[in-house]
């Protein structure tokens, strides 16, 4: 009670008008409490996007929005807006493979590999070495081999080995080769390894990499040699399920009939039962996300009810929006973003909340994004709730004010900062501070009355962007990928001045179609591309664009 105590007198910095239509502390914690404890109970398995558990998330929040008064802001006057998505692939029961007369068993003999086609093929076995044609390095596998119609066999070494510097590192993607075998006429690739310092492949199905059009199979251990032999008749059945999914996002408005809008919002998606992104290692669990991001919807909430009530904040209308899939990839912001449900160009300025529930003593709040506008200063000068704002510039970042910075809105992400519970099956209610949660959402209102009477925000480009995995790569391209394009390659969704692909002339929509001699098919391929070069390096790229394909030197 002490700190509800503490937290009114810090609220006299508010205008007086305001906090006479502020429900009670203990009310707004009440209904916090109950927020969170709903959206992170097990009934609702982790609100993985796409599921049942998540679509009672999505109910529950848009019967909220009707609670509060919002207008439906979604799909035929719903608050719900859809989006489909790839879900993770998974292994169907069908999967066979038949070599002569013997008969393997999947997992324990052959892996099918993630960008293999479901399908059934019978041919007979080609041997093609390695499976790389690279005329400037006199080396042409296929010389003198005729694939089409056939099965093929290829070594995942290469003429000079697996290692850092092999000449052939441009070659030694397997999907790349994989693509070759195709291009040539083959019906199926089989995999095997032949070479005690080489690995086998360790990739996993995943919903971001496409088919290559052919079953692809590896072929464990050392049975190969009596196996894979000339014209043996091989039967490959590929079974991989992949299924289309649809989540919702949940928008909902209040409408005072302004002319600009301040966008709200928080993800209410989270892992499910561990999906990608998990850091749990142990016995499938249900992981509740009660910080990531029941906390930030919970806050959402608070704002909507407040806001509603507070009749001098209304110079603009309040847009809120929880959104699904940011566990996957921000596609519930992207897809709004893109789809928009009223004018982009209406929009004032973004708040994002993402993980909000865990307010330490040090009452530090992370503030993201504060030099997408110069009115985001106000964020250093706020004195509310005796929290202190540590900020950073950029405008990109793992959440969802991302989609709208590359809109060309204003948007900040609030945060609590990680924590030991972070996508584990322990990040659980009875860790949240409630209390904390409270002196956020007054901070936030606070921030929102001082902007009231300032008009549209200005919009400014954040000059540091650091838009790829930099512990994994030692050069970065300076873009963001468009993770919902699902087409062949690497869509761009966003660039950064003075990076190599700002550089190079690229530009927002451009379709990522080569790196060097790397193929980039998808996101996976573009990222293994990416990581054949060093500081300094100049390649060529090749991309899509209006249709057409143009070729740039780019320099790291």
């Known amino acids: 009670m002490n700190a509800i105590r503490t937290s009114l007198i810090a609220l006299a910095l508010l205008p007086q008008v305001v906090l006479a239509q502020l429900r009670s502390d203990p009310d707004v914690l009440d209904q916090m409490r109950n927020d969170v404890r709903y959206l992170a109970s097990d009934l609702l398995e982790g609100r993985e996007a796409g599921t049942p558990g998540e679509k009672l998330a999505v109910d529950y929040i848009a019967a909220k929005f009707g609670n509060v008064g919002l207008m439906p802001y979604g799909d035929s006057a719903t608050y719900l807006q859809s989006f489909t998505f790839q879900a993770e ?15 393997l068993a999947v997992e324990k003999d052959f892996e099918v590999l993630p960008y293999s086609a479901t399908g059934v093929v019978r041919g007979k076995v080609m041997r093609v070495g390695y499976g790389i044609q690279a005329p400037d390095l006199g080396t042409d596998d296929y010389k003198g081999l005729d694939p089409k119609g056939r099965v093929v066999a290829i070594s995942v070494s290469s003429p000079d080995g697996i290692h850092p510097h092999s000449k052939f590192l441009a070659y030694h993607d397997l999907r790349v080769r994989a693509e070759k075998a195709v291009e040539l006429g083959a019906i199926g690739v089989i995999f095997y390894n032949d070479d005690p310092a080489a690995s086998a492949p360790e990739e996993r199905l995943n919903a971001k990499v496409k088919s290559c059009g052919v079953p692809v199979l590896f072929l464990k251990g050392e049975r190969y040699a009596e196996l894979l032999v000339e014209n043996n008749p091989v039967v490959i059945d590929a079974d991989i399920q992949r299924t289309e999914r649809t ?35 142990g016995e499938k669990a249900i992981h509740n996300g009660a910080d990531d991001n029941a906390s930030g919807i919970a806050v959402m909430l608070a704002l909507a009810n407040d806001l509603a009530e507070m009749e001098h904040m209304r110079n603009n209308n309040y847009l809120f929006i929880a959104f699904s899939g940011e566990e996957k990839g921000l596609y519930g912001s992207n897809h709004w973003t893109k789809h928009p449900t009223l004018p982009i160009a209406r929009l004032n300025y973004m708040i994002n909340l993402d993980m909000v529930g865990r307010l330490d003593t040090s009452n530090v709040i992370g503030v993201n994004g504060v030099g997408t506008s110069p ?5 250093d000068r706020m004195k509310v709730e005796g929290l202190i704002a540590k900020t950073t510039t950029s405008g990109i970042g793992p959440s969802d004010h991302t989609s709208f910075y590359l809109q060309g ?25 409630y209390t904390g949660m409270l002196r956020i959402t007054r901070y ?15 919009f400014a480009k954040t ?10 790569f030692k050069v970065t391209l300076g873009v963001v990928p468009d993770y919902l394009y699902d087409g062949r390659g690497m869509r761009i969704d966003g660039i950064t001045e003075g990076k190599p692909a700002a550089n190079a002339g690229l530009k927002v929509g451009d379709v990522v179609l080569k790196l060097g001699a790397v193929e980039v098919t998808d996101m996976m391929a573009y990222m293994k591309g990416l990581s054949q070069f060093n500081k300094g390096d100049t390649t060529k790229v090749k991309v899509l664009r209006d249709g057409k394909e143009i070729e740039q030197d780019i320099t790291f």
Do not use: C
């Open 409 to 433: 809105v204003p948007a900040i992400h609030f945060f609590t900062g990680s924590h030991a519970d972070y996508h584990k099956p322990s990040d659980d209610e009875d860790k949240v501070n």
């Open 247 to 281: 989540a919702y996002n949940v928008v909902g408005m209040l409408d005072f009939g302004k002319p600009e809008i301040v966008v709200i919002g928080a993800h209410l998606d989270h892992l499910g039962w561990g999906a990608e992104g998990s850091l749990y290692r």
């Open 463 to 472: 000059e540091e962007v650091n838009t790829e995995d930099t512990p994994r």
């Open 444 to 458: 936030i209102e606070a921030l929102v009355a001082t902007l009231n009477d300032d008009g549209k925000l200005a």
């Open 89 to 103: 692939p998974v292994l169907g029961p069908a999967n066979g493979l038949q070599l002569g007369r013997t008969t």
């Open 375 to 379: 009115a985001w200063a106000e964020v």
